[in-house]
């Protein structure tokens, strides 16, 4: 696929702005829920048991540092590998390669753990990328935390760089 049909993608899958950047859109959200009753008591509310998104993110667009209360898996469709960035709340930091060359260390799909920080960058800057998240219990807004410039630089100051290019 070539750079310029990034936009008759964002068109054709229906993608919105997604608030941490890129575009996104849910394309499935289980009907079964987990019961409140038997979750961990940081939600707060039923879940499904899993909700699904597209996610594209293309040239300079970064998925900005945030956190989810559930585990998320990322998949890889097309176009250029992402850089997936983790700080976990020790400030250890890993990085994971999304993308089609396992040659070049690069996974077809990766696993986010739940409570750590998280953001990403396509490492082709001239193309887009594109691909699928899903999260178990099921995504709600109120599970999202878009981090905070000033806290992160104050919590974990040994990834400045990073913080400032993802924040």
């Not at 054709?12 to 608030?19: A, F, N, Q």
């Not at 993110?57 to 540092?65: H, P, R, T």
């Not at 410039?149 to 993802?166: F, V």
């Amino acid at each position: 696929m070539e750079v310029h049909d990034v936009d008759n993608i964002i068109k054709t899958l229906e993608l919105i702005p997604h608030p941490e950047g890129g575009y996104f859109r849910e394309v499935y959200r289980c009907e079964d829920l987990i019961d409140q009753q038997v979750l961990s008591s940081c939600y707060n509310g039923n879940r499904s048991f899993l909700t699904s998104i597209y996610y594209l993110l293309k040239n300079n667009d970064v998925s900005q540092f945030h956190t989810l209360l559930s585990d998320e898996i990322w998949y890889f469709h097309m176009g250029s590998a992402v850089i997936i960035h983790q700080i976990n709340f020790d400030g250890s930091y890993k990085k994971h390669l999304l993308g089609p060359n396992y040659l070049l260390e690069e996974k077809p799909h990766v696993l986010i753990k739940k409570n750590t920080w998280l953001g990403a960058e396509i490492k082709n800057k001239d193309l887009f990328s594109l691909v699928s998240c899903a999260i178990s219990p099921g995504f709600e807004f109120s599970d999202f935390k878009l981090g905070d410039r000033d806290s992160l630089l104050t919590k974990y100051p040994q990834h400045k760089d990073l913080i400032i290019k993802l924040t």
